[in-house]
């Protein structure tokens, strides 16, 4: 699963994933790997595994992770090919969530390509160009399965989702916007159209505005137009993020005391992120391991236990699993058991966030 960093050029994409990249480089638990120059992994950070690796002193901890991408290259013109255009488009392709930089910072250094701050232009600018790219594969799809549509059964109601695709993008809409009915949604997800991904916005602010913990009017825009649409918008200075990730833990406590933030906003990114994909985190606890291990919100005990090993999918017999909340209130996996806080589950049983987990079974 990953998270693909986009927004107009000079926003400070790469700020921030820089940031990202030097918070995962710092973090020694988790082997941090760049696999591309534009691509890094980050642990989700997490205090329930602060606390269960206290009480189980294990011997290794580790974190779920999260991927993020820095796409580069959206312009105005994108989807008609122009600068990085198509390149950028089949990278977006391939992520599952969309983290939308917007500039909301004021440096007259740093040129704008529109000319001027403006957060709401911005946004529709780069959801414009994934709308026209998305009515490109509806259009080329309609054409192909319309043809068929007289004699089948399927095709006819595949152009029907399709023609309804396609009044919504007329309409400016993304289809993450549109309703459909499960059947119609195991079809539209096929089609793997830009517009359907999950988007987050990031107010990049400047770090006076940061620190004076005032609110400036480009936020205050982009928010009200998030709301809107149900998306949800995290305020940032990049330019402090890259400075925080760069620093000893020591140094960095130092410098968030100073400007006043209980933790680097990067930790917040990550957290929506992981919520954004949908995942949730079950864990395995014991002294050789504590284990964060993600899931997709939904998934079912065996495919839970499948993650760890097929065999335990496979020889799934049951899951005893004690919910983080009961874990806390017992104090250790063993006085759960004894205060009966611990439940046997079956094979029907949907995994919850924060399940620590001992899956039984055979082979
Ligand atoms: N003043 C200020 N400059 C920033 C901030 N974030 C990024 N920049 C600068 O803006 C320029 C473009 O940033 P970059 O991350 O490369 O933008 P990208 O094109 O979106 O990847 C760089 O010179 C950054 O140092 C910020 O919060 N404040
Ligand atoms: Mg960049």
Redesign the pocket.
């Given at each position: 699963m990953e998270i693909g960093?986009v927004?107009?050029?000079?926003?400070?994409?790469?700020?921030?994933?820089?940031a990202i990249t030097k918070a995962g480089a710092e973090c020694a638990n988790y082997p941090f790997c760049t696999i591309e120059p534009n691509v890094g992994i980050v642990s989700v950070p997490d205090e329930r595994l602060d606390f269960l690796s206290k009480i189980e002193k294990p011997q290794k901890v580790i974190p779920a992770t999260i991927k993020f991408v820095?796409i580069?290259g959206l312009t105005k013109g994108a989807s008609k090919g122009e600068g990085l255009g198509n390149k950028f488009l089949s990278h977006i392709r391939e992520v599952d969530a969309i983290l939308n930089?917007v500039?909301c910072?004021?440096?007259s250094?740093?040129v704008h390509v529109e000319g001027s701050i403006d957060p709401i232009r911005d946004v529709e600018i780069i959801t414009l160009e994934l709308i026209l790219a998305d009515m490109e594969v509806i259009e080329r799809r309609l054409q192909k399965t319309s043809k068929l549509a007289r004699n089948d059964k399927k095709a006819a109601f595949e152009v029907e989702v399709l023609e309804k695709i396609k009044k919504g993008l007329d309409e400016g809409k993304p289809v993450r916007a549109l309703q459909f009915t499960e059947e119609e949604k195991s079809f539209v997800s096929q089609l793997m159209l830009l517009t359907s991904k999950p988007v987050m916005y990031v107010a990049?602010?400047?770090?006076e505005d940061?620190i004076s913990g005032e609110e400036n009017q480009y936020v205050k825009q982009l928010k009200e137009y998030a709301e809107k649409e149900n998306s949800q918008v995290l305020v940032?200075?990049?330019?402090?993020e890259?400075e925080l990730a760069s620093l000893s833990d020591e140094e960095r406590n130092e410098l968030l005391r100073e400007y006043g933030l209980a933790e680097p906003g990067l930790n917040n990114i990550i957290r929506h992120g992981y919520s954004l994909l949908g995942l949730i985190t079950f864990f395995t606890a014991g002294p050789k391991e504590v284990h964060a291990w993600t899931i997709k919100k939904g998934t079912k005990a065996p495919q839970a236990a499948g993650k760890i090993h097929s065999d335990f999918e496979k020889g799934f017999i049951r899951a005893e699993v004690i919910s983080y909340e009961d874990l806390v209130k017992a104090g250790s996996q063993a006085a759960a058991r004894e205060m009966g806080l611990m439940r046997l589950e079956g094979k029907d049983y949907v995994m919850q966030d924060g399940d620590v987990v001992v899956f039984r079974f055979n082979v």
């Open positions: 960093i927004g107009l050029p000079n926003v400070g994409k790469s700020t921030l994933f820089n820095d580069a930089v500039r910072f004021e440096d250094n740093i990049n602010i400047s770090e940061l940032i200075s990049a330019k402090i890259e």
